[in-house]
C-alpha cells in the first residue's frame, strides 16, 4: 500500500522560509509521480508543484515560480518543497499526492494517494 507521510508546516512572517516534507512508502520517488498542493480556507484545492523523476521534470504554478522549489533525495524516498519569500497568500493547508501515472501536472485529480496535509501560515 503506498502511503504518504507531510510534515514541515509552521507560522512564519511574510518573506521568511519554510520546508516541507513527504516521506513515500510502498513505492518509490522514481516509479511515481509527486505533487504538493494546497487549499485555503473556503477555496478549492490547487497544485503547486510537480516532480517525475522518470524525465526528470518539473512544474511550478505561477503564483510560486520563482519562490518555490521541488525536489527529491531518492535514497530516502523522500520528496521536498523549499518555499521562500513566502507572502500572506502562500496560507493554507499543504498536501503531498502520488500517482504511479507519468503526469506533470499538479491537477488534484490525477493523483490517487494522498497525504494528510500540512498547516502553513504566514503573517503579514
Known amino acids: 500500500e503506498v502511503q504518504l507521510q507531510a510534515s514541515g508546516g509552521g507560522v512564519v512572517q511574510a518573506g521568511g522560509s519554510l520546508r516541507l516534507t513527504c516521506v513515500l512508502s510502498?513505492?518509490?520517488?522514481?516509479?511515481?509521480?509527486i505533487a504538493w498542493l494546497r487549499q485555503a480556507p473556503g477555496k478549492a484545492r490547487e497544485g503547486v508543484a510537480t516532480?517525475?523523476?522518470?524525465?526528470?521534470?518539473?512544474f511550478y504554478a505561477d503564483s510560486v515560480k520563482g519562490r518555490f522549489t521541488i525536489s527529491s533525495e531518492k535514497a530516502r524516498n523522500v520528496v521536498y518543497l523549499q518555499m521562500n519569500s513566502l507572502k500572506p497568500e502562500d496560507t493554507a493547508t499543504y498536501y503531498c499526492?502520488?500517482?504511479?501515472?507519468?503526469?506533470?501536472?499538479?491537477?488534484?485529480?490525477?493523483?490517487?494517494?494522498w497525504g494528510q496535509g500540512t498547516q502553513v501560515t504566514v503573517s503579514s
Open positions: 516532480i517525475n523523476e522518470r524525465d526528470g521534470k518539473t
Open positions: 510502498g513505492s518509490t520517488v522514481d516509479d511515481s509521480t
Open positions: 499526492a502520488a500517482t504511479a501515472d507519468s503526469v506533470w501536472y499538479p491537477i488534484p485529480n490525477l493523483y490517487d494517494v
